[in-house]
């Protein structure tokens, strides 16, 4: 499949457009230290830089788009696991927290997170808005004051029901949640012509995700826009401007494997400045250039969401690794109110080899013999809504020696009983879907062949970051 589609004729509109004169410079490349300048300058080409840069430059701004990651597009994406990784996330998507009990999956690449990401797109719900407003004091955004932008954005990328069958890993999630009674739904997805590969986390071979590469990016090239790739935004010059304004922002060139600095220096000067580089890249940054914080609040309160895992073997076929993934999902678990228990919400992933291997707990010949069921797998997840409760205040970003980010985000009894709770409801359905064995994906590798005896062990379960 990789050979047929290295040889592709699908059309791919970037490098369409850039044969048409779009204004792209990999730092890479650079012989020279370079300087820019325009309206506004924007750090990340995810989904906040993306966005703010097609509005900006329809808005007649001149816009630089700086994105640490390399520019691949649809003619680079092979559906291949071993060259997606290190190429299109944060370190070879083995980004890990400070003491390395969460693995964090990141885009570094042009369109951030959403040219890997898997599609599934919802609003911001109600009840988190609400949260917002009354803990925090958050004015403006609420559902009605968000309505419009939320209808703009779903226009662009094309949010839409997904009314095509669910693959056999949702649909295991569907049928174990309707057997037990449990709410659940059909996800929306951002996609156009979608073919059902399944391959959205390894970047879109056919253009059909609507991400930021193939939507706001190509527009604001289109309208003028520059976009630097390989350049990672360093520092943000504000020491000798007036009124604390910035001046300059201060980039590094990366090699061509995009991750070592070289010694290109890239200057950007503009009037306006947006910091979209993520919930790590963002503080890191601001972290990095000194910024006035006289709350001490820069890379505070960084919330992931953490997700805890249940493997099930079904005696059908599941083949996880093809057909849309997160299609099916339940929040019947998740409308805690706030102040209560850690709520979550429930979905089926992808189901990739190389994902599933660094998952999956164990070594040796307990964890290839569940390898080698991978067609009859079944995975739910669970992600656990955090920053909802006093004892829930997700993570700091802090700088490495290096200068760059790392994550700490220590994980305390609150979490743990949550994540306890979701091991036994993810247990719970994959039994009602028929599993014949279930392991909740856990250090101990412990799996069970009756629902019983995993609510007896799930109890049990020593839950502690390792
Ligand atoms: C595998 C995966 C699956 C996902 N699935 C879903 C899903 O189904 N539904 C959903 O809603 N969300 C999903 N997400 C999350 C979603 O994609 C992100 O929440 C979203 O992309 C965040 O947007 P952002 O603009 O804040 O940051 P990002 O999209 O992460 O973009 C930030 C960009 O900034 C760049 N950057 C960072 N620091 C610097 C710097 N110093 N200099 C230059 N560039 C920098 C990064 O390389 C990156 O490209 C998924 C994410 C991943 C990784």
Redesign the pocket.
Known sequence: MAEVLRVSRLPDPFRAGQRSGWKVIDASTLTDDRSFEADVAI?????????AAEILSDAGLSVVM????PLATSSDFHMREAEAYPQL??ES?SRKTKDKAINI??????????????????RTPEATLDYWRNAFGLEGFGVADLAPWFERMERRVNVAPWTVAPNENNDALRRGAQALGLGFGT?RRNVKGCWNIGY??MGCPTNAKQS?LVTTIPAALARGATLLTR????KLEHANARNGQISALE?IGLDARGTDPTSRRITVRAKTFIA???????P??LLRSEVPDPHGVVGKRTFLHPTVVSAALMPERIDGFAGA??TIYSDHFLDVAPGGPIGYKLEAPPIHPVLAAITLPGQGEAHARWMRELAHMQVVIALLRDGFHADSPGGSVALRDDGTPVLDYPLNDYFWEGARRAFATMAEIQFAAGATTVMPVHASGASFNRWLDAREAIAALALAPL
Do not use: D, H, K
């Open positions: 750090v990340g080409t995810g989904a906040g830089g993306g966005t700086i994105e640490e990651g996330y944060q998507a999956l990141q885009g570094r690449c042009v369109g951030g997170g959403t040219t890997v990401n898997w599609t599934s797109s919802f996800i959205c986390g930021m350049t990672r935004a360093w980039c979209a580089g993520g919930a790590i890249g963002t890191a940054l993934p997160q």
